[in-house]
């Protein structure tokens, strides 16, 4: 299973051997695989952004409709 691939703390490259199909077939794995994990460390990044920006103002405005 190539999920399997891609543990908690990082891609670990295919071996690649030879220039062959396979060879071949393994660099682009391992170009996409890294791709997939920039694009998913960049998804995270952006989450937490996202999220202190919104909570800043929920925070704001629930103190806001406490106050007597």
């Known amino acids: 299973n190539a999920m399997r691939r891609f ?4 891609f670990v490259p295919l071996d690649i051997i030879g ?3 396979v ?3 393994s660099k682009r794995f391992n ?4 791709t997939i994990e920039e694009l998913l460390q ?3 990044r952006f989450l ?4 202190h920006e919104l909570r ?6 629930r103190i806001r409709s406490e106050e007597p």
């Open 7 to 10: 543990p908690k703390d990082g």
């Open 31 to 34: 170009e996409m695989a890294k």
């Open 23 to 25: 060879g071949v077939l």
């Open 56 to 61: 800043t103002p929920i925070t704001k405005a």
């Open 48 to 51: 937490i952004q996202a999220g």
């Open 42 to 44: 960049e998804q995270e």
């Open 19 to 21: 220039r062959d199909e």
